[in-house]
């Protein structure tokens, strides 16, 4: 699912816009209602989950059997609500006339048992995206792909849309990296060039390294920086931002860019996130790297 089209997703998790109008909608949220404790919060929770029954007096309680009875019904309630609610978001991603191969019911019904707990509203479209990106091209997503995204929060989900902002593709499309730096290997007349090394803070991207951390432990990147292949003098590396085509040229013998790359379900997961590419970026590649390449969109 290289293409973008209707199955990726765009404000949902933008790293910019939608970040700022959450923020807006909780100042609504928060100006509307009365602050709540901690423990007026642990009631509310108890209460929705089943669970408050022991915090009743004892005359009060109903027989623990059927308050476990009444909980286990609830929950196969939420669950049932979840995915009808997934269900409905995905048919407005689905084609009605375009034609595809078979779907895997043994997919289908791995896909219900890990989303079956979604609830939160952004994750349901993204699940929904997943299951019309599947039955759309079927092989798109892996299982263990799913797996993973299961344990994802949703600023996880923002943190990803944030490392795809910044991304560059291969000529494949299949290798997705973040540049991250770029240095002339060291020699007899520029050991001592301060310029010899030039590195892209990426913090001021949202990208620091211990959210890049958060990225490996869900197995998203690599943690560890690979490298490109020494180039030459008038040598190129060929890459696409987000749809642009991206040339880097040597302009000196011996040059190396680095980059943390995106792990294969980091890559399928990366296809739910809509081009949102960022400029500043790209333009900061282009001016600390002049030293070492000529970098051409």
Request: glycine share 2%.
């Amino acid at each position: 699912m290289e293409k973008k089209n209707k199955n990726t997703i765009t404000t949902d998790i933008s790293p910019h816009s939608h970040s700022n109008r959450i923020a807006t909608n909780d100042k609504k949220t928060k100006s509307n209602s009365s602050p709540l404790t901690t423990q007026m919060q642990l009631l509310s929770l108890a209460k929705q989950f089943v669970l408050d029954g022991g915090l009743l007096p004892s005359e009060k309680q109903v027989p623990l059997e059927d308050r476990a009875r009444k909980r286990d019904r609830l929950s196969h309630l939420r669950k049932q609500q979840n995915l009808e609610a997934i269900i409905q978001k995905t048919i407005s991603f689905c084609s009605g006339d375009e034609i595809t191969d078979r779907a895997d019911q043994d997919w289908f019904n791995s896909f219900t048992t890990l989303a079956e707990d979604i609830s939160n509203h952004t994750m349901q479209d993204l699940w929904a995206k997943i299951l019309a990106g599947e039955i759309t091209h079927p092989g798109s997503f892996s299982l263990k792909s799913l797996t993973i995204f299961r344990k994802m929060s949703v600023n996880d989900a923002r943190l990803l849309a944030k490392a795809c902002s910044l991304a560059v593709k291969d000529p494949s499309k299949k290798n997705i990296r973040i540049i991250s730096s770029a240095y002339q290997t060291p020699g007899f007349f520029n050991i001592f060039n301060k310029n010899r090394d030039k590195k892209i803070n990426l913090s001021q991207f949202g990208l620091s390294y211990a959210e890049l951390l958060t990225l490996a432990e869900n197995d998203l990147i690599f943690i560890q920086e690979t490298e490109s292949n020494t180039l030459d003098k008038n040598e190129e590396l060929h890459f696409t931002f987000h749809s642009v085509p991206l040339t880097f040229s040597a302009l000196k013998s011996h040059c190396v860019v680095n980059f943390y790359k995106f792990t294969p379900i980091g890559a399928e997961l990366a296809s739910l996130i809509a081009d949102n590419p960022n400029n500043e970026y790209l333009n900061l590649l282009k001016s600390e790297f002049s030293t070492h390449f000529s970098i051409k969109s």
